[in-house]
């Protein structure tokens, strides 16, 4: 079964509003986890590390105020994308590092679509 | 330039097939070399690793990196249906589970 678990997979909003994509690995605990975006037939983009209980750093050009990002617990990262445009449309990925086995695990994915 | 290039495909093979899927990358720092698997709409999952030069196998799975040429390949041997998916192979400085750089993708079809 999934280790890391995303909530919600998929959601459509109005353009304007903002959405709250959540990120729990269920059996482990991760003190950082990444979050990445993927456009249609395009690479998976790294867009921030979420570290818990330390503000999330930011990759070249994306925008924190635009995407805030907060590492809750040692089992919940939040991305929130604010005040959406359609542009904002993608599949966002989150994944956590597994400190005992070494490997990342991905979460299912969130389709967001901003009408 | 991208820093990992992999061609999107798709590529479409018959079942039992031996399937051969490419990476090159430029930064010559990167260490360690993966192969993710991913099905529609899905987070991607690991296939294998590999560090520095050499080859790993895994069942009909097979890694190779190069990193003289800076080549990476997946082979898949005995191709079923169920391979049916996007691979996509991914890269870091520092290990398996720290800041990754992702190729496209190639999505493959294995048919009847």
């Known amino acids: 079964g999934a280790v890391v678990s995303q909530h919600p997979s998929r959601v459509i909003c109005k353009s304007g509003t903002s959405v709250k994509i959540e990120c729990r690995s269920l059996d482990f605990q991760a003190t950082t986890m990444f979050w990445y975006r993927q456009f249609p037939k395009q690479s998976l983009m790294l867009m921030a590390t979420s570290n818990e209980g330390s503000k999330a750093t930011y990759e070249q050009g994306v925008e924190k105020d635009k995407f805030l990002i907060n590492h809750a617990s040692l089992t919940l990262s939040t991305l929130t994308v604010t005040s959406a445009h359609p542009e904002d449309s993608s599949f966002y990925i989150c994944?956590?590092?597994?400190?005992?086995?070494?490997?990342?695990?991905f979460g299912e994915g969130s389709r967001l679509t901003v009408l | 330039q991208k820093e990992v290039e992999q061609d999107p495909g798709p590529l479409s093979v018959p079942e039992g097939a031996i399937v051969s899927l490419n990476c090159t990358y430029s930064?010559?720092?990167?260490?360690?070399f993966m192969w993710y698997r991913q099905y529609s709409r899905k987070g991607p999952e690991l296939l294998m690793y590999?560090?520095?030069?050499g080859n790993k196998e895994d069942g009909r799975f097979t890694a190779q990196v190069d990193k003289s040429s800076k080549y990476i390949s997946l082979f898949i041997r005995d191709s079923q249906p169920s391979d049916s998916a996007t691979y996509l192979c991914a890269m870091s400085k520092t290990g398996t589970a720290s800041k990754l750089t992702f190729g496209t993708g190639t999505r493959l079809q294995v048919t009847l």
């Open positions: 994944s956590a590092p597994r400190a005992d086995t070494g490997e990342l695990f």
């Open positions: 930064n010559s720092a990167f260490q360690y």
């Open positions: 590999t560090y520095s030069s």
